[in-house]
C-alpha cells in the first residue's frame, strides 16, 4: 500500500487528528491572518492620517506666518497724522 501525502488545503498528514480538530486548527489560522491583515490596515490609516495632520499644520502655520509679520491692512496708518 502506498502512503497518502498530506492534506493539500490543510497540510494534515490525517495521523493523531481528529476531522474536527483539524478544522478548529484551520479557524484559528484564518482567524489569525484575518485579525492581521486587520491590524495592518488600520497601521496604514494611521500612518495615512498622521501625515495628513502634519500637512494641515504646515499649511496653518505658513497661512499664518504672513499675518503675524504684516500690519492689518484695512486699518489707517496711525503715522501719518
Not at 5 to 31: M, T
Not at 52 to 57: A, P, T
Amino acid at each position: 500500500m502506498s502512503e497518502a501525502g498530506p492534506c493539500p488545503h490543510c497540510g494534515s498528514d490525517g495521523r493523531g487528528e481528529s476531522g474536527i480538530e483539524g478544522l478548529y486548527r484551520e479557524v484559528r489560522r484564518i482567524r489569525e491572518l484575518a485579525e492581521s491583515d486587520v491590524a495592518q490596515k488600520q497601521a496604514a490609516r494611521i500612518a495615512d492620517l498622521t501625515r495628513q495632520v502634519q500637512e494641515l499644520r504646515a499649511t496653518v502655520a505658513r497661512l499664518r506666518a504672513p499675518a503675524r509679520s504684516a500690519p492689518p491692512r484695512d486699518l489707517p496708518d496711525r503715522r501719518a497724522g
